[in-house]
């Protein structure tokens, strides 16, 4: 049982929490070491700065940027990106169905399929209606 | 959420220590709370859930913080009297703090200002009981050097 182990175990105590040792084997420990007798006075002294002390508030509104930045989240950016790139996609894998003798099988004929339905659900405003969802999820908080 | 912003904004002061790094830390929380609120479990506290989300924007905003950027931003005070103590000992005590780690400030000022139990900065913070009262009492002995060697 080291001295750091009977301090932090002491603390608990005038913490009003259960320590990690026996409080017998902490008064023990105390009642023979002078060392941790001081040091625990002076950590325990600084309880009483603590007791004239409260956290400060600080007035915050940060709803409005908060509300801005849900309704233009950066999903919108996300579209600007993808959509060219989609559109690219989707005109090269139908410009493989010109190729003569091609071997890809029905990749050639599902990949466009899949693409252009991407395409279709970027393109929509708000597919899934998000900020419906968004705003009664914050009416129950 | 206009409800937790003035509570959450002092806890992200104590750990960041700057008032707009705070406030960028506490926007981010709201937005990823938003995006996961659909994994809330209504039988929790609301606040301590969030808290887990906000000292992680907390962290993550003092990971790519440089220390010299940091120091040209606005410091406020994390400290209010009750009117119990003198001017000279909340200053010298804030002062204290400031010179502190993040996760120092943070345990110190949940237990002393909120008044959490070591159970409940165990759950607060993710750790277990044994770790939160070994930090702790680090957390103190290091403010208390900071006191000694300012008095």
Sequence with gaps: MSCEQVRIAAMALADGETPPLPRAAIEVHLAECAECRQELGELQALGQ???????RTHAVDLWPQVERRLQSPIGQTKKRRLMPTLTALLVIFKLIEFIPNRSLGMWTQLVPLLLAAAVFAVAQENPFQI????????ESI | MERYQTEAMGHALAILGHRQDAEDALQEAFLSTYGALSSFDDNRRFYPWFYTI?????WKLAARRGKQEASALET????AGTGGGTIEDRLALEQALRALSPQSRE???LRHLDGLSYEELAARLELPVGTVMSRLFHARKGLREQLGGKQ
């Excluded at chain 1, 900020?131 to 914050?138: I, V």
Aim: aromatic letters at 4%.
């Design chain 2, 54 to 58: 906000l000292r992680n924007c907390c």
């Design chain 2, 107 to 109: 345990i110190l000022t």
């Design chain 1, 131 to 138: 900020k419906t969802e968004l705003r009664s999820q914050e």
């Design chain 1, 49 to 55: 700065l603590w007791q004239a002390q409260t956290r």
């Design chain 2, 76 to 79: 406020v005070e994390i400290l």
